[in-house]
Every structure is written in structure tokens, then in C-alpha cells.
């Protein structure tokens, strides 16, 4: 029995039930011998079987004509022609609404009084040293002739000029005689900075004094115009009037039982000599009783 024939016998078995039979690769039949006659009233003729497409197979659609671009090309618009300009109408000014009369039984609104602005609080209050157990200062020799040993209250040398650096008048005065150049190099002296931190103090707590004569001492009392403080240290000789003849270097005394002195080497000698140094720091430390 061919393919045909047994598809169209399943078919009808199946009560029209749609069968797919995967076809062969494609390769010579082999010859198939043809089968006995037979009567015809004994074996019905086969019917013949309808193509049956498979089942998941579907119709490839035909393919459109292809369409004419339906829009057509526009002309272009005239350029409008340009507006005049609307002139603005001036809008009438809103009448002044006038001021509610104050009744009598209405009651006034309080005026907060004006607050005076507080001075910004400084970020670091100033350090006041402690003097320590100071002897007094020796009494002044006998006065060579013609010359006049000065107080604080006058001086012969009251006319010699002085410079100044810093702004806390009330702490430590530092006095030197350097010249202009020097002096305003001062606060970045290494040295000088290294002895105020061990004091607990910085550059802005003292005020630097330049004498600017090259031999005769500032006067006390032109010091007292413009300073309050009573505590000197002195890099230098014959720097303040009235210490030059009262004061050993390196001894800290009290004159005139308010102003708290001592008097040491240069600057440019302590920086490099090391047995000075030491010298110094323990007369810092009996001054101020670190």
C-alpha cells in the first residue's frame, strides 16, 4: 500500500481527523512490484486523497504593489507681512489707600526698642603672666656730673623716638634696637617664637618696641602714653632709661615696685649660642614662676 493510500485509510478512521506525515528525504523509490489482481466487488476502488497541507504551515501573503507617496509637495507660504506695533496705553496709577484712622479704643502696636550690635567675641583671649617672687632693683649709683637719673614720670630722653609692632597693649613688651628691615621681620623670628610658645603665648599677646636711636634708651614714661603694661624683655643693651643703671643681664628685678624687668643678649647672639639660651629660659622662668 502506497503513502496515499494508507493516509486516506487513517483519515477516514479518524473521523476527519487531519494527520501529518513527515515526508522522506528525497531518494529513488525502490520499484514496486504491482499487487495481484484482485475482483473488483472484493476490494473497493480507494478514494482519492485530498492534498492536506500542514497543519502549522501558513499561506506566504502576496506581496503589495508598491504605493505612490501620497503626500504631495506644499508651496511655500508667503512671508507674512510684518505687525505694526500696538502702542501701550498707560495704566491709570492706583489711588493711595488712606491710612486707617487709630481709634481710641484700638491699642498701639508696641515699637521693639533698636538693639545695639555686640562686638564680635575674640577667638582667643589674651594671656596675662604671673610675675613671680622679684627682687628689687638696686639702688642707682651716684650720678656722674651732669648727667640726671631718670624717673618714670620724666626723663632726659624722653624726645627719643620708638616704633612699634602689635596691638595687645596690655601684655609683654619686647624691646630691641634693630634696623627698619629687621625689625618688621621680627614676628617671623624663629627664635623669639620658640620662647613665646613655652611661655604659652603667641606673637599677637606681646608688643615689639624698636628703639630708634643707636645710643640712648627709650624713656618709661613716653612708654606709658601709649603702653600699659609693665613687663619688659630687653635683647640688647641700654634700651630702656631706667634700667641702665639699676639692671644686671640675665637678672629679672622690679622697679620701681610695678614694672617687671629683664635684659638679655641680642637676638642674633641667643639664636646661635646655646649656653645664653639657657641662661635665659632660667631667668624666664624665675620672672614669670614657670
Known amino acids: ?13 479518524y473521523t476527519e481527523a487531519s494527520l501529518y506525515v513527515v515526508p522522506e528525504p528525497a531518494a529513488p523509490a525502490p520499484p514496486v512490484s504491482a499487487p495481484a489482481a484482485l475482483p473488483a466487488a472484493a476490494v473497493p476502488a480507494p478514494a482519492a486523497a485530498p492534498a492536506i497541507a500542514p497543519a502549522t504551515a501558513k499561506s506566504a501573503p502576496a506581496p503589495l504593489p508598491p504605493m505612490a507617496p501620497a503626500v504631495t509637495p506644499v508651496a511655500a507660504a508667503a512671508p507674512a507681512a510684518p505687525l505694526a506695533p500696538v502702542p501701550l496705553v498707560p495704566l491709570p496709577a492706583p489711588a ?19 538693639v545695639a550690635p555686640q562686638p564680635a ?24 656730673p651732669g648727667r640726671v637719673q631718670p624717673s618714670p614720670t620724666q626723663s632726659p630722653v624722653a624726645h627719643v623716638p620708638f616704633s612699634t609692632l602689635g596691638s595687645n597693649f596690655g601684655g609683654l613688651v619686647v624691646l630691641v634696637r634693630l634696623p627698619e628691615a629687621q625689625f618688621l621681620k621680627l614676628p ?16 599677637e599677646d606681646v608688643v615689639l618696641v624698636n628703639v630708634e636711636h643707636d645710643s640712648y634708651p627709650v624713656a618709661l614714661c613716653s612708654l606709658r602714653q601709649h603702653l600699659t603694661a609693665r613687663q619688659f624683655l630687653a635683647f640688647g643693651k641700654n634700651l630702656l632709661d631706667v634700667a641702665v643703671y639699676t639692671t644686671q643681664p640675665y637678672e629679672p628685678v622690679l622697679l620701681y615696685n610695678d614694672t617687671a624687668f629683664l635684659g638679655a643678649s641680642e637676638i642674633e647672639m641667643l639664636e646661635y649660642d646655646a649656653g645664653r639660651k639657657k641662661k635665659l629660659w632660667q631667668s624666664v622662668q624665675r620672672m614669670f614662676g614657670v
Not at 487709630?102 to 526698642?113: D, K, L, Q, R, W
Not at 623670628?189 to 620658640?194: H, I, T
Open 1 to 13: 500500500m502506497d503513502n496515499a493510500a494508507t493516509l486516506a485509510f487513517f483519515q477516514n478512521f
Open 96 to 114: 493711595p489707600v488712606a491710612a486707617p484712622a487709630a481709634s481710641s479704643n484700638t491699642p498701639a502696636m508696641p515699637v521693639a526698642p533698636a
Open 121 to 144: 567675641a575674640e577667638g582667643r583671649a589674651a594671656v596675662t603672666l604671673t610675675l613671680g617672687e622679684l627682687p628689687a632693683a638696686a639702688p642707682a649709683p651716684p650720678s656722674q
Open 188 to 203: 617671623r623670628n624663629v627664635f623669639l617664637n620658640n620662647l613665646l610658645k613655652a611661655l604659652r603665648l603667641i606673637m
